[in-house]
């Protein structure tokens, strides 16, 4: 069974910082990029970050360069999103997924093939 689960999400004020996690499983975890998304209230979802565990690319949407870092333990089939300088506007409900090598545009959802069930991230001014 495929299963994906982030944590790490909680609440923090603006400038604060957070390490979200991602543990997969059910998959052959260096075969796939993994990648975090994230949907506040009223918007779409949006790409934040990706990583490849095959070849370890990394991927920032413009919104979080500078601040959020993506790595990935290809031992533990984990992936981290660290997250400094948090602002008001990256709070969301984070979700990982995950996607085939090769199997499309890592930026969009569409590339996506398992997710997890989504962490919450409030900031706090």
């Known amino acids: 069974e495929v299963q994906l689960v982030e944590s790490g999400g909680g609440l923090v004020q603006a400038g604060g910082s957070l390490r979200l996690s991602c543990a997969a499983s059910?998959?052959?975890?260096?075969?796939?990029?993994i990648g975090w998304f994230r949907q506040a209230p009223g918007k779409e979802r949006e790409g934040v970050s990706s990583i490849s565990a095959t070849d370890g690319s990394t991927y920032y949407a413009d919104s979080v360069k500078g601040r959020f870092t993506i790595s990935s333990d290809n031992a533990k089939n984990t992936v981290y999103l660290q997250m400094n300088s948090l602002k008001l506007e990256d709070a969301a409900v984070y979700y990982c997924a995950a996607s085939r090598t090769g199997s499309g545009d890592r930026r969009r959802a569409a590339a996506y093939e398992y997710w997890g069930q989504g962490t919450q991230v409030t900031v706090s001014s």
């Open positions: 059910g998959f052959t975890f260096d075969d796939y990029a």
